[in-house]
């Protein structure tokens, strides 16, 4: 498999900035503190790609990177913030929804879940979209370092019933690696750069 470059393409607040809509481009999101940042940094395999620390309650942006020619891994802003202000929870709701409806280029989509706390109502939400238009799915159950083998392989079937017929499950560890290589693997597939 080709060595990831990955360049940072731009951050966008509306639809307006995105980058063209031509290639294509798998995005992540997940919940606030899931491990997202750190699986995109561990699956394309740059220290620090997208930024660990995140403030609570700043704008909330779509970050765009390039990871070969026309080839792209879309950073979508973390949900769940308990303390961010409604108007800004629908914000991110409309920049979220509008992305899914605009990109053609969209082809796979990759939901960070930390294992322990299985899925929420805006993971469910963000399966139900990505099925509905058809865009394959990626659940990667992040953190399995923290629970036994045993623990994990029963939070993973649970999960599983509760996700959309479809789903890919991979259970994945920064701190052990698990299924990084089956996760980059996909993003690989999806992109067609393998
Ligand atoms: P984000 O808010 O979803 O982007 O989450 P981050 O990537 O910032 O991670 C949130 C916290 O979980 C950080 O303290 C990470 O170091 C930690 N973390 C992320 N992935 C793992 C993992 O696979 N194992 C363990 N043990 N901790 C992790």
Avoid at 104 to 115: H, K, Q
Wanted: charged share 25%; hydrophobic share 45%; proline share 4%.
């Amino acid at each position: 498999m080709q060595a990831f470059t990955p360049v940072f393409l731009k951050s966008a607040a509306r639809p307006g900035d995105f980058p063209g809509d031509l290639g294509r481009e798998v995005a992540v999101v997940g919940r606030s503190n899931s491990g997202k940042s750190t699986a995109i940094n561990t699956v394309v395999g740059v220290r620090k790609l997208a930024r660990v620390s995140k403030t609570p309650g700043r704008t909330r942006l779509i970050n765009f990177f390039e990871l070969a020619d026309g080839r792209r891994i879309v950073d979508l802003p973390g949900y769940g913030f308990a303390r961010v202000p409604l108007e800004m929870r629908e914000q991110w709701r409309a920049l979220v929804e509008a992305y899914f409806r605009a990109r053609r280029s969209l082809v796979g989509l990759i939901v960070t879940v930390d294992i322990r706390r299985g899925l929420s109502d805006l993971d469910e939400t963000m399966l139900t979209l990505a099925r509905g238009l058809d865009v394959p799915t990626v659940l990667l159950l992040t953190k399995a370092d923290k629970l036994s083998r045993g623990a994990g392989l029963s939070r993973r079937r649970q999960i599983e019933r509760e996700a959309p017929d479809g789903t890919i499950v991979i259970m994945f560890s920064a701190v052990s690696r698990a299924g990084a290589d089956e996760a980059r693997t996909q993003l690989a597939d999806w992109l067609d750069l393998a």
